[in-house]
């Protein structure tokens, strides 16, 4: 998905002649700490909460009292990977997306971008996680679908991390099931490292084991 289409619809903009103050209600509103600031409908920079707290006199205008300009921006054909590194990077609750002429397109919000990535991810998706611990050079995402494969298992998605401490890959396998017995024993088989797992049950079975536990009790 393309940086335009994250775009908010909602996200006002400030303008030189507004004041510190209406800025400050404006992200207290719509609960960022920073905002667009447009002139002639080109971006200017992002104008931010701690810095205009920082103000002794709060009723400045924006243009006597701004700073360095501070003007973070994404591309309106840039993926979302570039925008959500740019969050990362500059710790930002919105990112103004632009032409390759300055000309303001509108925001993506820090709540847009992480609806997206629950998306991507398949949070939403019921299944289970699990999580392989395997060396760099050991890493196979073809070996890795293949056993899933062969479990009739459907992977939603795979991120992996590099632990730090351990120098290891940490390979977040969402599937499309809840059941995992039988693909963990088969990454097991294959020497495969499982560090963790967790799996939803379905509501029914969850009934049916606190029945058969309430019916041994009974019986005792």
Known sequence: MLAQELISSVVPVLHPMDTGAKALRLMNEYHLTQLPMVTDNKYVGLVEEDDIIDWEDPDLLLETAAGSVFKPAVLEGAHFYEALKLFHDFKLSALPVVTRENEYLGVITKDNMLAMLAMYNGVKEPGGLVVLEVGPRDY??????????????????????????????????????????????????????????????LEEDLVKKNYDLLMSYLSM
Do not use: C, M
């Open 140 to 201: 196979s995402l073809a070996e890795i679908a293949r056993i899933a494969e062969s479990n009739d298992v459907t992977l939603l998605s795979v991120n992996t991390i590099t632990n730090p401490g351990s120098g290891k890959l940490e390979i977040l396998l969402k599937t499309n099931r809840q059941d995992l017995q039988n693909l963990i024993a088969t990454f097991e088989r294959f020497n495969y490292t499982i560090k963790y797992t967790f799996s939803e049950e």
